[in-house]
């Protein structure tokens, strides 16, 4: 999503999925993929094992001039969530329209650690679901279609 503060444009982004590091198309190990070395260079990283065996990367750098932070949890339950931020840049006139991501490092971390996120749902929630939400039609393509 775009953060505006009436001052220029941000982005943050979460996201919740299963693991892929394990994925044969992925052939970096979990290991590797949680490891400062493995991202490049950064302004400040730092990876964790927490006591539950889930894998913690904190990290902010730069391309450019503008700033990128973020926070990647593979907990445990095989779950993964990330959440990150970018000041933005206009690419055109190649200056920072932001001096700093509107979200902390420590709040990209509670973000990612918080207990509410979840990958699953049970299947009442499921069925419940399933009643009060209808599949996406392009309302565009639709309206687009000669008439006879």
Known sequence: MTYDNGHGSATIGVTVGPDWTSDPKHPAGTDDFYACASRGP????????????????????????????????????????????????????????????????????????????TARIDEGEASRAATTIAPYRDQRVASAAPTP
């Open 42 to 117: 950064m302004t400040s990283c730092q990876s964790t094992v927490l006591p539950d065996g889930s894998r913690l990367l904190v990290w902010e750098g730069r391309v450019f001039a503008q700033i990128q932070r973020g926070a990647d949890l593979l907990r445990a339950d095989g779950v993964r969530i990330t959440a990150s931020t970018t000041s933005l840049m206009d690419a055109r006139r190649e200056t920072v329209l932001t001096e700093q991501p509107p979200v902390s490092l420590e709040k990209l971390e509670a973000i990612v650690r918080a207990p509410t996120w």
